[in-house]
């Protein structure tokens, strides 16, 4: 298995896209959320992920840097699906405010031989807090994190090989998250910015954390590989060594601060 991190920023990036990623299990492909518009049509082109090979997406969240590259991606496959050129179907989970969305703009945004594929080939499949559903292979557990800006939800993997998988979304671990983040091979958890910079980019007043916290929280849950991403962009050059450092102050395992793009072997 591999993970592309096709973006890593925050909301109001510019030197990077939004964070999104592709899990990939040979020529499986789940992606989770898309970014903030049709950008992640170049990050894909750029990993070398074809749309067509794309049959499942979660989307944690109704903000826009997650999910307004979704309906670029309903619109691609629809063109794909109208050209023959996408076989089978494309089943996008999420909780049931996002899929009210997303079917509102696809049917309100695209053209009516698009919508059509709507229900017959392109699939909104509600998922609820525990429910556990088979993606790409593997069994996928969905969370609700329960947050107090708007509701999101984060997932736990289930590799195969007696490891798991868990991404928190783009908000701080809480406890209730125990039970899926404790013990994970590995765990995807956003770092807003460093600790040094706290006072600068104000984390906690947008429900982020820092470098710092994130790798605390990984040492205490006892997770041997850590991803960081849903960052800030204006250390997008000394990025990954500036994280790296204050990281490893904190956290003794295998720290990756990947940038646009960079593929990580699970």
């Given amino acids: 298995m591999k993970m592309t991190i096709l973006g ?30 049709s950008g992640i049509l170049v990050q894909l082109k750029k990993a070398g992920i074809a749309i067509r090979d794309i049959h499942d997406i979660f989307v ?53 031989k698009q ?33 107090t800006k708007d509701k999101q939800f984060g997932f736990m993997l289930d590799m195969g090989d007696g490891g798991r998988l868990t991404c928190c979304g783009d908000e701080p671990y809480k406890e209730h998250e125990e039970q899926y983040v404790r013990g994970s091979k590995w765990l995807l958890h956003e770092a807003f910015c460093l600790y040094g910079q706290r006072e600068e980019y104000k984390p906690y007043e947008k429900h982020h954390s820092t470098v710092k916290e994130a790798c605390e929280l990984a040492a205490a849950m006892d997770v041997p590989n850590l991803v960081l991403y849903h960052t800030e962009d204006k250390n ?17 395992g295998n720290l990756f601060v990947p940038d646009d793009l960079e593929v990580i072997n699970l």
Avoid: P
């Fill in 236 to 252: 997008i050059l000394s990025r990954k060594n500036l994280y790296g450092e204050e990281g490893a102050t904190y956290y003794s």
């Fill in 60 to 112: 944690t969240h109704k903000h826009i840097d997650h999910i307004l590259g979704i309906v670029w991606l309903i619109r691609a496959a629809c063109q794909d699906i109208a050209k023959g050129k996408y076989e089978g179907d494309l089943t996008i989970y999420s909780h049931a405010e996002v899929l009210e969305i997303l079917s509102d703009m696809a049917t309100k945004l695209l053209a009516k």
């Fill in 115 to 147: 919508v059509a594929f709507i229900g017959k080939r392109i699939h909104f499949v509600e998922v609820k807090d525990g429910e556990s559903r088979k993606v790409i292979g593997h069994d996928v557990t969905f969370f609700d994190i329960q947050s």
């Fill in 8 to 37: 890593t920023g925050c909301a109001m990036v510019t030197e990077c896209y939004n964070t999104c990623f592709v899990i990939s299990d040979e020529d499986k492909n789940f992606l989770v959320d898309g970014g903030g518009g």
